[in-house]
């Protein structure tokens, strides 16, 4: 049983942890365009941006990974998920937990 002020405060924190991992990741990502449009270019051999851009790619999936499991052990850590069964309640859904006080999946009671 979760106090809902800290819930929505809680709420709040993984909200703007999320604003900041998506900020990271549309900067490396913008940076890395230019990279390649500037590689594009000059006179890097084709064989070498191929290799460049498979590179980026793993990357950016590895970085996408790797910040969706930072953020659900956020909420893990700060008990924004369900006792009953465990769905995440940080979502687009979290209004109707605070407007019902319960999980919209399994309707346990949670404030
Ligand atoms: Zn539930």
């Not at 793993?58 to 910040?67: D, I, Y």
Request: glycine residues 6%.
């Amino acid at each position: 049983m979760v106090d809902r002020d800290v819930f929505v405060q809680n709420l709040g924190k993984v909200k703007h942890r999320k604003i900041l991992l998506i900020r990271i990741g549309l900067s490396l990502l913008f940076i890395a365009l230019i990279a390649f449009m500037w590689m594009s270019k000059s006179g890097v051999s084709s064989s070498l941006q191929w290799t460049l851009k498979t590179a980026a790619t793993v990357f950016f999936a590895g970085l996408a990974f790797w910040f969706i499991t930072l953020i659900q052990k956020m909420c893990r850590r700060l008990e924004l998920h369900c006792p009953n069964c465990h769905r995440n309640l940080s979502g687009p859904l979290s209004h109707k937990v605070l407007e019902s006080g319960q999980c919209f999946q399994c309707g346990v009671k949670l404030f």
